[in-house]
T-cell receptor, first 113, second 111 residues
Framework: DAGVIQSPRHEVTEMGQEVTLRCKPI?????LFWYRQTMMRGLELLIY????????DSGMPEDRFSAKMPNASFSTLKIQPSEPRDSAVYFC???????????FGPGTRLTVL | GDSVTQMEGPVTLSEEAFLTINCTYT??????LFWYVQYPGEGLQLLLK?????DKGSNKGFEATYRKETTSFHLEKGSVQVSDSAVYFC??????????FGAGTRLFVKA
């Protein structure tokens, strides 16, 4: 079975550029989560969706961050404009309602120069 | 609000040593408790879980018991291997669908 798929795995960009991270959840899962991981702040929940609808975006750090889920099999996290402090590993995870376990993708390592 | 506190790392052990990583939680109601593991360069993956008081989760030689009286869920393994070197996250899920993760504990196992 395919797990959660994220692309790209690595992204290097310059400050001010737009960055788009992509996620394909496990088929049939109806919850999708975006996390950010840094050494300083650990693992932070940015936003999560249920049935493609954003439920809680209180963790999104600034208006520069936005996330969409146009259908059940695809989500994007966009940063515009990017800043060096956005450098982190971004994880997508999915789960099935009624189940406790989240399944994580391999992450996208973002470096903003 | 709900929270998870786990021991700071890194923890460095020799192969075949006994491992304990402490985890305590604060939550209303009866949360489910988890340990996730993150190997270098990978995402988190579920190691074990327990959904009610006195339940013991176990997997790959690791165990943790849901202790409601002490609000704890300590991770243990009797004999660690070099391949167990990773970051371990304690987590809880309460009434909603958000999972609250601890800060993570890095484990190094030396041969």
């Amino acid at each position: 079975d395919a797990g959660v798929i994220q692309s790209p795995r690595h992204e290097v960009t310059e400050m001010g550029q737009e960055v788009t991270l992509r996620c394909k959840p496990i088929s049939g899962h109806d919850y999708l989560f975006w996390y950010r991981q840094t050494m300083m702040r650990g693992l932070e929940l940015l936003i999560y969706f249920n049935n493609n609808v954003p439920i809680d975006d209180s963790g999104m750090p600034e208006d520069r961050f936005s996330a969409k889920m146009p259908n059940a099999s695809f989500s994007t996290l966009k940063i515009q404009p990017s800043e060096p402090r956005d450098s982190a590993v971004y994880f997508c995870a999915s789960s099935l309602a009624g189940a406790d376990t989240q399944y994580f993708g391999p992450g996208t390592r973002l470096t903003v120069l | 609000g709900d929270s998870v506190t786990q021991m700071e790392g890194p923890v460095t052990l020799s192969e075949e040593a006994f491992l304990t990583i402490n985890c305590t939680y604060t939550a209303t109601g009866y949360p489910s408790l988890f340990w996730y593991v993150q190997y270098p360069g990978e995402g988190l993956q579920l190691l074990l879980k327990a959904t009610k008081a006195d339940d013991k989760g176990s997997n790959k030689g690791f165990e943790a018991t849901y202790r409601k009286e002490t609000t704890s869920f300590h991770l243990e393994k009797g004999s660690v291997q070099v391949s167990d070197s990773a970051v371990y996250f304690c987590a809880l899920r309460g009434g909603g669908f958000k999972t609250i993760f601890g800060a993570g504990t890095r484990l190094f196992v030396k041969a």
